[in-house]
T-cell receptor, first 115, second 113 residues
């Protein structure tokens, strides 16, 4: 079974631009969570989607948004990019909503560099 | 909100030794505590987890202990091998509908052959 895939793997943007990242979960998984990983702040939860509905949201500004499609694929969008948005963005999928006994499987991440 | 502290930030051991990584958390409502291993260039991988109604859980060479009163939990790796070298993260959160995990800052484990 294929793992979680994220596209693109690497991305360079300039301040003020917007970016969309994509995540395809493991087949059959309906929950997708997004995380931001930086050297300064570590791993931080962004949001989780289950059955096309946002289930939980972390403490990030409204510039960060996401959505989930009927096939469980998910996208996250960051508008008006700032230098501090440079990070590794990780996606994780699970069969059921995270934290209820279902293992989350992480993708390799998208490394975003904002210049 | 929840605050998770993880120690040490770096741990260097000889192959065959044991390694212990400790985490403390602040929110008594947290009841789910996973541990992840992240290798270079890869996403984190869940290696073991524990719920608040359990004090200890073991899976082969890996064990996790939880002290809810003291709000701390630890990862124990016995008979370490070079392939155990990676960054390990602990996390804490309330299970169920309100699961928003807070992660520790990570421990870089180096196992010398």
């Amino acid at each position: 079974k294929a793992g979680v895939t994220q596209t693109p793997r690497y991305l360079i943007k300039t301040r003020g631009q917007q970016v969309t990242l994509s995540c395809s979960p493991i087949s059959g998984h309906r929950s997708v969570s997004w995380y931001q990983q930086t050297p300064g702040q570590g791993l931080q939860f962004l949001f989780e989607y289950f059955s096309e509905t946002q289930r939980n949201k972390g403490n990030f500004p409204g510039r960060f948004s996401g959505r989930q499609f009927s096939n469980s694929r998910s996208e996250m969008n960051v508008s008006t990019l700032e230098l501090g948005d440079s990070a590794l963005y990780l996606c994780a999928s699970s069969l059921s909503p995270s934290g209820v006994g279902e293992t989350q499987y992480f993708g390799p991440g998208t490394r975003l560099l904002v210049l | 909100g929840e605050n998770v502290e993880q120690h040490p930030s770096t741990l260097s051991v000889q192959e065959g030794d044991s390694a212990v990584i400790k985490c403390t958390y602040s929110d008594s409502a947290s009841n789910y505590f996973p541990w992840y291993k992240q290798e270079l260039g890869k996403g984190p991988q869940l290696i073991i987890d524990i719920r608040s109604n359990v004090g200890e859980k073991k899976d082969q060479r890996i064990a996790v202990t939880l002290n809810k009163t003291a709000k701390h939990f630890s990862l124990h790796i016995t008979e370490t091998q070079p392939e155990d070298s990676a960054v390990y993260f602990c996390a804490a959160g309330g299970e169920g509908g309100s699961y928003i995990p807070t992660f520790g800052r990570g421990t870089s484990l180096i196992v010398h052959p």
